[in-house]
């Protein structure tokens, strides 16, 4: 258990729609990341956020946007899904906002737009 | 901008066979360079770090890397493999352009071991 917790699970919507995932990092931790994984793009970064702030931004859609709270849960939001958009998607949390530290995945939220 | 690069896709051995896993990667500037595996239904977690000092890093599960500066490249050995190491490995790259970091990953390899 990495202390990264992500809801939903699973989530299966349709094209159009929108759609928030969750993630709380662990305990202590002030960096969230977000990924985006498919079978054939990899594991593309999104974003960065630390201690609320956007730090770094990477290959995310102008129909994806990101937030982190006070409370340093982060949330991921997406509209007008495309079919494109099905993939699993985590959140990472390190204690570090320079790149040196681990990354902490969640187990990921698998998106399925029909 | 830096990016990784995995050579191999997928990578079948044999059991108890050493085994290399390649990446390279490119930037302007200083890196950290990880390797995580995700094993699967699960996210990642990390096997092995370069932070800076010795280029041979030991890592879990009996896996270690060496960083090569001048070949650009931080590849992923074990010496003997077991049915139990199949799982996707992702090479990653940290460093900053513009007082940015960026956590960059490779398109993993798969590593599938055979009995």
């Known amino acids: 258990d990495s202390g990264v917790t992500q809801t939903p699970k699973h989530l299966i919507t349709a094209t159009g729609q929108r759609v928030t995932l969750r993630c709380s990092p662990r305990?202590?931790?002030?960096?969230v990341y977000w990924y985006q994984q498919s079978l054939d793009q990899g594991l593309q970064f999104l974003i960065q956020y630390y201690n609320g702030e956007e730090r770094a931004k990477g290959n995310i859609l102008e129909r994806f946007s990101a937030q982190q709270f006070p409370d340093l849960h982060s949330e991921l939001n997406l509209s007008s899904l495309e079919l494109g958009d099905s993939a699993l998607y985590f959140c990472?949390?390190?204690?570090?906002?320079?790149?040196?530290?681990?990354?902490?995945f969640g187990e990921g939220s698998r998106l399925t737009v029909l | 901008a830096q990016s990784v690069t995995q050579l191999d896709s997928q990578v079948p051995v044999f059991e108890e066979a050493p085994v290399e896993l390649r990446c390279n990667y490119s930037s302007s500037v200083s890196v950290y360079l990880f390797w995580y595996v995700q094993y699967p239904n699960q996210g990642l977690q990390l096997l092995l770090k370069?932070?800076?000092?010795?280029?041979l890093v030991k890592g879990i599960n009996g896996f270690e890397a060496e960083f090569n500066k001048s070949q650009t490249s931080f590849h992923l050995r074990k010496p003997s493999v077991h049915i139990s190491d199949t799982a996707e490995y992702f090479c990653?790259?940290?460093?900053?352009?513009?007082?940015?970091?960026?956590?960059?990953f490779g398109t993993g390899t798969r590593l599938k071991v055979l009995a």
């Open positions: 990653a790259v940290s460093g900053t352009t513009s007082g940015t970091y960026k956590y960059i």
């Open positions: 990472a949390s390190s204690v570090v906002s320079r790149g040196a530290g681990e990354l902490f």
């Open positions: 370069y932070l800076s000092g010795s280029t």
């Open positions: 305990s202590g931790d002030l960096s």
